[in-house]
């Protein structure tokens, strides 16, 4: 976890998206792949830590099948990402921080351990919270001033 919490603060600010990490290990614990939220400076909508991970973990298998594989994550997963670790068969999903808003994992849906899906994940939850926590709230606090500052520039019209 604490190699996905520097991934995540390796990400370029200003950034809109938040800071999260995220690793691929195979059952060997070796490092597969490695990504962290990057939409802004990629351009590209899916460009979330766990599918950048993913992508290279399977360019690093040779194939869309992770079986056996672990992914850390400094935040719980979306639905687009918890959708991509059910269809590449990851054996388990090791979480930092919950997302209250977006989270698929707990939070808001369980898309990872649904038993109409073909394929579920083992969980591991809230680990190092006391680091990852902060990565979250302190954007968070960022992003709410940068808002309430374009608000004020929208009234003055600048």
């Known amino acids: 976890m604490r190699q996905a919490i520097e991934l995540a603060r390796t990400r370029v600010p200003p ?5 999260v990490g995220a690793l691929v290990y195979d059952h060997d614990s ?6 962290y939220h990057d939409r802004p400076g990629t351009g590209d909508p899916t ?13 690093a298998v040779g ?16 639905v687009m990402a918890a959708g991509a670790l059910v269809l590449a068969r990851i054996q388990r999903l090791v979480i ?3 997302d209250p808003y977006h989270g ?15 394929h579920r994940l083992e969980v591991v939850s809230e680990v190092l919270t006391d680091e990852t926590d902060p ?3 302190d954007y968070l606090e960022v992003e709410k001033y940068h808002a309430e500052q374009r608000r004020i520039d929208m009234k003055l019209g600048l």
């Open 15 to 19: 950034s809109d998206d938040p800071p």
């Open 104 to 118: 698929a994992v707990c939070s808001q849906w369980d898309l990872v351990r649904d038993r109409r899906l073909n």
């Open 96 to 98: 930092g921080s919950w």
């Open 47 to 59: 460009a979330y830590a766990e599918l950048t991970a993913l992508r290279q973990a399977a360019d």
């Open 30 to 35: 070796r490092l597969l792949g490695q990504g």
């Open 63 to 78: 194939g869309w099948r992770l079986d056996g594989c672990t992914v850390v994550t400094t935040l719980e997963p979306g």
């Open 135 to 137: 990565l979250i709230t």
